[in-house]
């Protein structure tokens, strides 16, 4: 059984710019969840991602949006970077039958936006 | 709104003592609640959730209803038990919110 992964570790990009991360599930789970999570603070809940479908947003602008694929990986992309983006971004795969269960993160992708 | 409040950002006791880490959560409807730890250079790991009402690594959660608190208990705390902890709810509509986390220092 494979864990999350995700890619790339770092990046740094410039104001305005725009940035595509990537996450791979863990085996078996077809539920992807995205996280932000700013320094000194908890992970912000981002949108999920559920059979190629979002179907859960948090309170993040349009120009973050994502993508799964058949095989259940996801992307999650970020338009017009702005220096407020930089943060960690994890990922959390899970099983989603009825909600609430539980998540398994990913290492995360420390973004710079310069 | 909901919320999940973690008061402490730091907390720090000495090896045996016992160890509370508290949490609030503000929810209207009927809540799932989790906790998650970070040790170093690990990542993010579910620890326990209300639902399963189990005791792991010796630590135990018990869900308020009535106080909105989901606070995380140890009667003896270790050195390995030093870690980041993170409280978070679930409130239905596939969205997970945490606290902003407790760093736990356990002394010698």
């Known amino acids: 059984e494979t864990g999350v992964t995700q890619s790339p570790t770092h990046l740094i990009k ?5 940035v595509t991360l990537r996450c791979s599930s863990q085996s078996g789970h ?3 969840s995205w996280y932000q999570q700013a320094l000194g603070q908890g992970p912000q809940f981002i949108f999920q991602y559920y059979r190629e479908e979002e179907n859960g947003r948090g309170n993040f602008p349009p120009r973050f949006s994502g993508l799964q694929f058949p095989n259940y990986s996801s992307e999650l992309n970020v338009n ?9 971004y994890l990922c959390a795969s899970s099983l ?16 710079t936006v310069l | 709104a909901q919320r999940v409040t973690q008061p402490e950002k730091l907390l720090s006791v000495f090896k045996g003592a016992p160890v509370e880490l508290k949490c609030n959560y503000s929810y209207s409807g009927s809540p799932e609640l989790f906790w998650y730890v970070q040790y170093s250079r690990q ?3 579910l620890l326990l959730r209300h639902i399963s009402r189990e005791s792991i690594k010796g630590f135990t959660a018990d869900l308020n209803k009535g106080e909105t608190s ?10 390995e038990d030093s870690a980041m902890y ?3 709810l679930y409130t239905g509509g596939f969205k997970t919110i945490f606290g902003a986390g407790t760093r736990l220092f ?3």
């Open chain 1, 14 to 18: 410039t104001r305005g710019q725009q």
């Open chain 1, 80 to 88: 017009a970077l702005e220096l407020d983006d930089s943060a960690l």
């Open chain 1, 30 to 32: 077809n539920t992807v």
């Open chain 2, 70 to 79: 989901f606070h995380l208990k140890k009667p003896f705390a270790q050195e």
């Open chain 1, 96 to 111: 989603e039958d009825r909600g609430g269960n539980e998540q398994f993160f990913g290492p995360g992708t420390r973004l």
């Open chain 2, 43 to 45: 990542r993010l790991q």
């Open chain 2, 106 to 108: 356990v002394k010698a």
């Open chain 2, 86 to 88: 993170y409280c978070a």
